[in-house]
């Protein structure tokens, strides 16, 4: 799963970050940037 980056403003106000981790992913490695240049960050989970 990809979502936003940390320090994305996204990050925050859309929650997507929180949501992932709630359902046992674990952020991973950076990903490329978004359409609007925004950071992006992979997320895995185990299954």
């Known amino acids: 799963m990809v979502t ?3 320090d994305h403003p996204g990050a925050v106000t859309s929650g997507a970050r929180v949501f ?3 359902l046992g992913f674990t952020p991973g490695e950076a990903a490329e ?3 609007e ?3 992006r960050q ?3 989970r185990s299954v």
């Open 4 to 6: 936003f980056g940390a």
């Open 20 to 22: 992932y981790e709630r």
């Open 33 to 35: 940037n978004g359409p």
């Open 37 to 39: 240049d925004g950071s």
């Open 42 to 44: 992979v997320y895995r």
